[in-house]
């Protein structure tokens, strides 16, 4: 399966960005789909995952409470809506696919990876 992430960009602390991911090549609602993000510097991090139906999420910590996903399986593409942002979220924002009816959260469980966008929150 093939993944184009958008809607990254520059964004004051405080402020919103919704990103999307969409998908090409295989039937979407097979796989489970996760946001990861990678500051400089930094190991690639879980942010947060949807089951392949969108009826389980699981929330890093850290964006408990500022994050939402969903996915809509009959445009095959997965959303992050970012609110409340703060210069920590900064970095490059990953989606990945893994063809599983679980909810994984590790890096070495997703089998396909999009290219990235990136998101800069200015304090």
């Known amino acids: 399966v093939q993944l184009q992430a958008s809607g990254g960009g520059l964004v004051q602390a405080g402020g919103s960005l919704r990103l999307s991911c969409a998908a090409s090549g295989r039937t979407f609602s097979r796989y489970a789909m996760g946001w990861f993000r990678q500051a400089p510097g930094k190991e690639r991090e879980f942010v947060v995952v949807?089951?392949?139906?969108?009826?389980?999420?699981y929330y890093a910590d850290s964006v408990k409470g500022r994050f939402t996903t969903s996915r809509d399986n009959a445009k095959n593409t997965v959303y992050l809506q970012m609110n409340s942002l703060k210069s920590e979220d900064t970095a490059v924002y990953y989606c990945?696919?893994?063809?599983?009816?679980?909810?994984?959260?590790?890096?070495?469980?997703?089998?396909?990876w999009g290219q990235g966008t990136q998101v800069t929150v200015s304090s």
């Open positions: 949807i089951n392949w139906s969108g009826g389980r999420t």
């Open positions: 990945a696919a893994a063809e599983t009816f679980n909810a994984p959260i590790r890096v070495r469980e997703f089998d396909y």
